[in-house]
């Protein structure tokens, strides 16, 4: 924290052996300098890998700073001209292992920006000091023989300190080197064992063979190596091993449940939704072990999953380094290897006829071997960021046996003929490639998994059809693909998942079109996927859509993400304000967006969906005016988050004043967070009484840009006021021309211009509160209770004109927890915070 208070200080190392806490040091450095307010900025890229990807460290960096970069633009000039913005900026590297040219990402450093500085880690103190040329190096040393301990009894358990088990305890914690991720793993295998397990660890940790693992000692080796042993069945040990073998930090769990899929490591798990279940307890198990980790970062922010609430896992890579040790050993025979560049790199290839799964990552190579001499391989996956990487024909003549491979990131123009000698193959994976004619996967009729996410593909092959047992299909931003021939959709009927997500350029036929040579498929072919459970799917075009209204009341969809309309979506980086929510910002399985859809007649179309929906989001509907009563009259009772924007016409969320039809007691019970923007007749949220377990839930309300809003609820009597919002964490509305107050009753006698929120309202739980006012003369008015507003850590106020007085002296014991206060363009304000005199 000294050297980054030093202004000359402008690049600093951390180094230490693997698994020593360098990531855990950083992260808790950065929190410290964000508190201390050290710098205006922290912005960290964690677990960068041997070979570093230039392009995701910069997205990375960019995500952060709230950045989108355009599809050609000079990434590394608008990063740096971005970052120089800020007056005092932290850049954290994590886990390098070379030289990295920081110019070449984007990063100004040293004298190009004085006020940006550098903190980077390795394991290596020269890859620092040589290489990057850091001004100051910490060695982060192992843990002492207490601290060791004291973490150890930590994860283990208070029963180490039994006496006839401490022993034996204190011996093993000494094998773990001093590094918290040998002690964490091991001390979690054994935790809640008897003696005699102990016992057997400690002697095979002592008999443990050595290793030459880089920057990996012997004890910490062993300690991992008995951790996976302890691991409580062969199916989530073969799900480690496959995870080691992926050779990534950042492991999609979809991806991984393709190719466990594939390999039918869940034995009898022949559906797609309880294969998911069972990898989600199995992964939980390798996390409570320690050998799996949540991932810090997002990752890929398009790569989000209804299957999974976290998309991603992280192998620490330590851990990852034994894993993959342990699986080149017998019976396991797996390969993980790097070829950069030299023809020679092949000869290792030699070595592997008896392996079943190699995972090869190729850099600088033109082209892979005339063939893979692998008759027991399973499993073949190639990373490649060469899309101009060739694959001879007869590349896989002699691998007959594979169940899984992956080719991501390759051009197979044209695919390689021997792909049809692979019958045997359930999984195929080519992602992010360049495909041209793909015929040649007619021939895999046992496939069930087809993957060509990313990939740019203009046409799929007729041949397709053939894929009887095809259960997944991954189509995902696929912006090439135009045309998909007639009928294969329909033909592929054990489909049960389906994703289109981002493939807007796809030319769907209108209902009964029939004329012209190519005839592409109809949206209709997906009502006879009976099987079909999980859909993701963007239409740019309604009237593209059945007439029938029959197409998703066909469907038995358990997850889904539908896209109806144009998928353009605002953005203004500069009024973060009135930005739109990502569908991947939520963690739900059910999601459905109307955009521009013009008739009510077709929003009804979805009635099923708007039912179940856990994200509804209703952008730019032109025939809608009171959402529930017209959309779904059993009140949204699954949605967490509801997103509605520049829609016109529309005069309520809710009006439940009408004597013909009451709203159910349930209506948005479950609704977390309320965004609403741009809708110029809005005159209330909710008109009329709010209901005992409505809006019970709702944490986040964001209204702004409604011209006609005088109050967000405009209710009838005081009934149900101070427990409408109890757990109401964040309101901001924002350029509101006419608020007036939050609530209003025709009965309260308070005069419309008198306070914005009254005695009676209580908040308990809310944290931060942005409001644009106009003609309110006092933001609180009353004696509120102390409950009330007792959590309000930031309060920001922008361009209120008729207020005298921010905080009056009877709310001033209330805000207590109060950190931040914002006030801006006030111009009649006299005090901010009133004090009683004598006080």
Not at 688 to 701: A, E, H, K
Request: hydrophobic residues 40%; glycine residues 6%; aromatic residues 8%.
């Amino acid at each position: 924290m000294e050297a980054l208070r030093n202004e000359d200080m402008r690049m600093i190392g951390v180094w230490g052996m693997g698994g020593v806490g360098k990531t855990t040091l950083v992260k808790q450095v950065a929190q410290q300098a964000e508190e201390d307010k050290l710098f205006h900025k922290v912005v960290m890229v964690l677990h960068i890998s041997q070979t570093p990807n230039i392009a995701e460290i910069q997205e990375k960096i960019a995500r952060m700073l709230g950045l989108k970069f355009e599809v050609k633009e000079d990434r590394a000039g608008r990063l740096r001209q971005r970052l120089k913005r800020e007056e005092k900026i932290l850049v954290i590297l994590d886990d390098i292992w070379g030289k990295l040219e920081l110019g070449e990402i984007g990063i100004p450093y040293r004298d190009d920006h004085k006020g940006c500085k550098v903190l980077l880690t390795s394991r290596e103190h020269q890859v620092l000091s040589k290489d990057m040329r850091t001004q100051k190096e910490f060695h982060l040393q192992h843990l002492s023989e207490d601290e060791a301990w004291n973490l150890f009894k930590k994860t283990a358990g208070d029963s180490v300190e039994r006496p006839e088990l401490r022993p034996i305890a204190v011996d093993v914690a000494k094998k773990c080197d001093g590094l918290p991720v040998a002690i964490v793993t091991i001390a979690n295998a054994l935790r809640g064992e008897s003696v005699h397990v102990w016992e057997n660890a400690l002697e095979e940790l002592r008999r443990s063979a050595p290793t030459n693992i880089r920057g990996v000692s012997k004890d910490v080796y062993s300690c991992l190596e008995l951790s996976y042993n302890h691991l409580e069945s062969d199916e989530v040990k073969s799900l480690f091993l496959l995870c080691g073998v992926l050779g990534l930090g950042d492991i999609y769990m979809d991806f991984l449940l393709l190719y466990a899929m594939g390999l039918n490591l869940f034995k009898g798990f022949f559906s797609w939704e309880k294969a998911a279940n069972k990898l989600i307890t199995l992964v939980e198990n390798l996390k409570g072990s320690s050998l799996l980790l949540d991932d810090e970062d997002r990752g890929n922010e398009r790569f989000s999953s209804l299957f999974f609430n976290d998309a991603f896992v992280r192998m620490h890579d330590v851990v990852r380094d034994v894993a993959i040790s342990i699986a080149s050993k017998d019976p396991h025979q797996f390969v993980v290897k790097e070829a950069v560049g030299l023809q020679e790199e092949w000869q290792w290839m030699n070595e592997c006829r008896n392996c079943t799964r190699i995972s090869l990552k190729c850099k600088n190579i033109d082209e892979l071997p005339q063939g893979l001499v692998c008759p027991k391989l399973k499993f073949f996956l190639l990373y490649s960021g060469d899309s101009y990487l060739k694959i001879p024909d007869t590349f896989f003549q002699d691998t007959k046996e594979l169940t899984v491979l992956d080719l991501s990131g390759v051009s197979l123009k044209p695919s390689p003929s021997s792909l049809g000698f692979l019958l045997n193959l359930r999984t195929l994976c080519l992602n992010r490639c360049v495909l041209e004619d793909i015929a040649v996967i007619g021939h895999l009729e046992r496939l069930q998994v087809l993957s060509l996410a990313c990939s740019h593909i203009y046409q799929l092959p007729k041949e397709m059809m053939k894929l009887s047992d095809l259960r997944v299909l991954d189509l995902r931003y696929c912006f090439s693909l135009k045309v998909i021939p007639q009928n294969l959709i329909f033909s592929l009927s054990r489909l049960e998942y389906l994703s289109m997500k981002g493939s807007v350029n796809i030319e769907w036929e209108a209902e009964g079109f029939n004329s012209g040579e190519r005839i592409n498929a109809c949206l209709s072919e997906l009502k006879h996927l009976s099987g079909l459970r999980t859909l993701e799917l963007e239409v740019s075009n309604p009237s593209l859509l059945p007439e029938d209204d029959v197409l998703f009341d066909n469907l038995t969809l358990t997850r889904y993400s539908i896209v109806i309309g144009d998928s353009w979506r605002p953005y203004d980086e500069e009024k973060a304000i009135a930005r739109l929510p990502n569908d991947y910002e939520y963690k739900a399985s059910r999601r459905l967006r109307l955009d521009g859809v013009k008739s009510l007649h077709v929003v009804n179309r979805f009635s099923k969906l708007l039912k179940r929906s856990q994200v509804v989001q209703l952008w730019r509907l032109n025939d809608t005016k009171h959402v529930v009563y017209e959309l779904d009259e059993d009140g949204f009772p699954q949605v967490k988050y509801l997103c509605i924007w520049s829609c016109p016409t529309m005069q309520y969320i809710l009006h439940s004043t009408s004597v013909e039809w009451v709203p159910p007691r349930n209506t948005f019970c479950m609704l977390e967070e309320l965004f609403l923007t741009s809708l110029s007749n809005l005159e209330a949220v909710c008109h009329g009484p709010i209901l005992m377990g409505s809006f019970g839930n709702l944490r986040i309300v964001r209204v702004s840009h409604c011209e006609r809003l005088k109050y967000v609820f405009s209710l009838p009597t005081q009934h149900g006021r101070e427990s409408a919002f109890p757990q109401l964490q964040s309101l901001s509305l924002r350029v509101l021309p006419k608020l007036i107050s939050f609530y209003t009753t025709r009965s309260s006698g308070i005069p419309e211009s008198a306070t914005f929120f009254n005695q009676q309202e209580a908040f308990p739980n809310l944290e931060e509160l942005r409001l644009t006012l106009k003609g309110t003369v006092e933001i609180w008015r009353g004696q509120f209770s102390r409950v009330s507003f007792s959590k309000l850590r930031v309060l920001n106020i922008t361009k209120h004109h008729g207020i005298l007085v921010m905080i009056s002296s009877n709310m001033v014991q209330i805000l207590h927890n109060l950190e931040r206060l914002e006030v801006t363009k006030c111009d009649s304000v006299n005090e901010v915070i009133q004090v009683e005199s004598g006080k």
